[in-house]
């Protein structure tokens, strides 16, 4: 006999001994009882509240599919049969069982469907395999793991970006290689030239200088010449303009690139995306690590993760106690401050151009190390200035109580403008000087010492100032020098700045220096295993670390921006002045772009109209409407992401609600179940049922009676509900 009540108000279950060995009846009952529970999480409350606002709205169709169909997303998951086992981040028995399924699905399909799943699988496979074996060629990798343990992901990411520029100037160089340096040197009309010819008055000072044996090489401009490769569209000076070009067009390519990559994961991991404290202390661990060295990087990296969320932390609570007069300092304070910054800006571009008038006006010295000064008295004082003043603005920054990470950005911005403008107003003065013969090498001259000069201070920093700066402290620490100078950190804003000002002057002087991203591609090796040295020999850790995802970015956009002054500098230059009669491949042209015309004229009639409509202003508008329909295309992208973003966190922080509900409901089971076991008994029964409850206490209680009682506690057991 079985008798059961199902209504609205409750759910409440006879149980007799037909019931008691049912499972049928009890499978149904726990299915029913799961069901309710459902019905009962935060989820599905707020998931029925959305879905009867959007009824009444008539939006229901714009809900997204996880919001309308949550039960989907596993199967979704599940289909994705292709995946191999061992990546499943899921428990070893659910492998197994995935696995067991997997045979049964291929047992169930045909031969060509299971050829198909398991190429796939192969395939993704190798892919991984590759990618793996691609990450293990990347030099400095171990390297970049060590200074991360010990310094933290800001240090690190200096050593990132100087990498990535090295394998910039890897492709400049095949660029410049193939399309300017291998035509020189097939088709070369002149024997009698050579890639490097010694004189009787060569010098040591020529390497330096620029001048000599180098001023005859490939080096410069003035080398390259008309050669027997004469045609109409494929000549010397035709290669040579489609060499600079294809550079800055594929340098602008890859930094813009990089930037936007770099901005999109700030944006999605950036300020709106915290990660608790307690899950960096309870699963940022990882337990397969056996190596002590290895070890100690990571407790490393959990220390350095902990000083900046704690950092962070303190700036916030700090700033949220601010009061209104405060505020009113603050602001005040800091416009003071900005207006000294400009003034030491202005200060230091007329120290430059001093320096460049008094080196245009005294080059004619007696003395070999005099010459070499003046020579060097506008890279010099470039070089004083943006070494000093760099530190000038980082101690105002201090003053400005921003947070670290901000106070680092503001001293980027301000020093990349101080290093940005100093080469702007010398490039200016040297251009308004530049009216002598073959003026393009003189040009290049300038920025090859530029980019020597900053290697040689890269270098005498490190062994002359860094290494006795640290044998100082570590030998003498009581005494009154060492105290004033104290322990060295790496500063990030300043290495990264001397990094964006080489590379711009690479792209300023490219056409006037075409082997100067070669120069540009050793001198960063170089570089890389000098700053490796101060950082692991000379430096300590810093006490406060800052999030380094907003400052790389930071660091590309600095680099766009040197980018463009560069292409801007050397439009302007082409453009106002008239190539080299004495010198140079464009010998005989009125400007540089003739090349390009004579090429066009050449060409068939539609195609020479073709290009000459592409050329033209009246291509502007429909470029400019193609532009501003990709640009609304990826601007509803960017919603939609957005909007799904938000949907996924709010699903997280329900499924968050849902557990915290389900243990409290497991937690009042628990309760229930062990004041039902301290109840008296209070049905008579024989001895035989007595012992039958004492063996098996499940039996007595049933699990349909237990969860009558979840679900209506102000039911009690009854004689009818006591086993028979």
């Known amino acids: 006999m079985e008798d059961t009540e ?25 299915n029913n009882y799961q069901t309710e529970i459902f019905n009962q999480l935060p989820s599905s409350l707020a998931r029925r509240r959305t879905l009867h606002h959007h009824q009444d709205r008539g939006t229901t169709e714009t809900l997204h599919p996880v ?53 796939s699988i192969n395939r993704k496979r190798l892919g991984e395999q590759v990618g793996e074996a691609m990450a293990r060629l990347l030099p400095w990798s171990s390297t970049l793991h060590t200074i991360e343990g010990r310094f933290g992901v800001g240090v690190k990411a200096y050593f990132v970006f100087l990498r990535y520029l090295l394998y910039l100037n890897l492709l400049l160089c095949l660029v410049i290689g193939g399309t300017i340096l291998t035509p020189t040197a097939v088709y070369d009309s002149d024997g009698d030239r050579g890639l490097l010819r010694f004189e009787g008055n060569d010098s040591v000072l020529d390497f330096f200088v620029g001048s000599g044996f180098l001023e005859r090489s490939p080096v410069f401009y003035g080398f390259y010449a008309r050669s027997s490769l004469d045609l109409l569209c494929l000549n010397t000076p035709l290669l040579f303009l489609l060499g600079t070009l294809t550079v800055l067009i594929l340098s602008l390519v890859m930094v813009v690139r990089r930037t ?25 661990w990882d337990f397969c690590i056996q190596d002590p060295e290895v070890a100690d990087l990571k407790l490393s990296f959990i220390r350095n993760e902990l000083k900046l969320y704690l950092e962070e932390e303190r700036f916030q609570q700090r700033e949220a106690r601010r009061t209104l007069g405060q505020w009113a300092h603050l602001y005040s304070l800091r416009g003071l401050l900005h207006f000294l910054v400009l003034v030491l800006l202005g200060g230091a571009f007329c120290l430059i151009y001093y ?7 005294e080059r ?8 070499l000064l003046l020579h060097y008295l506008p890279p010099i004082v470039i070089t004083l200035v943006n070494f000093f003043l760099p530190h000038v603005f980082r101690h105002i920054s201090s003053f400005e109580d921003y947070s670290l990470t901000t106070q680092v950005n503001a001293t980027l911005v301000r020093s990349i403008f101080l290093k940005l403008a100093s080469l702007g107003m010398y490039l200016f003065f040297l251009f308004k000087n530049s009216q002598q013969e073959c003026w393009e090498n003189q040009f290049g001259k300038e920025m090859y010492k530029l980019s020597v000069f900053d290697f040689l201070a890269c270098f005498c920093n490190t062994f002359f100032i860094a290494y006795p700066r640290k044998w100082l ?14 322990k060295q950190h790496f500063l990030i804003p300043f290495n990264v700045l001397d990094l964006v ?36 020999q000379c430096c300590v850790p810093a006490q406060r670390m800052f999030r380094a995802s907003s400052s790389s970015v930071l660091f590309h956009f600095m680099l766009l921006l040197g980018l463009i002054m560069a292409v801007i500098t050397l439009g302007s230059n082409l453009h106002q002045f008239e190539p080299s009669s004495s010198c140079g491949p464009f010998v005989g042209s009125a400007t540089v772009f003739n090349v390009t015309a004579v090429c066009v004229d050449s060409l068939p009639g539609p195609t020479q109209s073709t290009l000459r409509y592409l050329s033209s202003e009246a291509f502007v508008l429909p470029l400019i409407l193609a532009q501003i329909v990709v640009l609304t295309s990826f601007e509803s992208r960017r919603r939609a992401n957005g909007k799904a973003i938000e949907r996924l966190k709010d699903m997280l922080v329900m499924s968050t609600s849902d557990k915290h509900f389900l243990l409290k409901q497991h937690t009042l089971s628990l309760r229930r179940q062990k004041k039902t076991f301290k109840a008296p008994t209070t049905v008579s029964g024989t001895r035989e049922g007595s012992s039958t409850t004492m063996k098996d206490p499940s039996a007595g209680i049933g699990e349909d009676s237990h969860i009558a009682q979840l679900k209506d506690p102000s039911a009690q057991p009854t004689g009818n509900d006591s086993p028979s």
């Open 355 to 361: 320096a460049t008038m008094a080196s245009k006006a």
């Open 364 to 371: 004619n010295g007696d003395y070999l190390i005099l010459r």
């Open 6 to 30: 199902c209504n609205s108000g409750g759910f409440m279950r006879l149980v007799s001994e037909e019931s008691c060995s049912s499972t049928v009846t009890d499978e149904l009952c726990v």
């Open 67 to 119: 919001e309308k169909y949550p039960g989907r997303v596993g199967e979704a998951s599940d289909k994705a049969t292709t995946q191999p086992i061992r990546s499943l981040p899921v428990c070893m028995q659910r492998k197994r069982e995935a696995r067991d399924l997997r045979h049964l699905q291929t047992r169930t399909v045909g031969r060509w469907e299971s050829w198909k799943r398991n190429q």
């Open 260 to 284: 936007v990559v770099g901005y999109k994961h700030t944006w999605l991991l950036g300020n709106r995306y915290n990660i608790h404290m307690s899950y960096k202390v309870f699963c940022g």
């Open 501 to 536: 000002y080489s590379q711009t002057v690479t792209w300023v002087g490219l056409f006037y220096c075409p082997m100067l991203p070669f120069i540009e591609t050793v001198k960063l090796m170089a570089v890389f295993y000098i700053k490796k040295l101060t950082v692991l």
């Open 473 to 486: 402290v570590d030998r003498y620490p009581s005494s009154w020098l060492a105290r004033l100078s104290g």
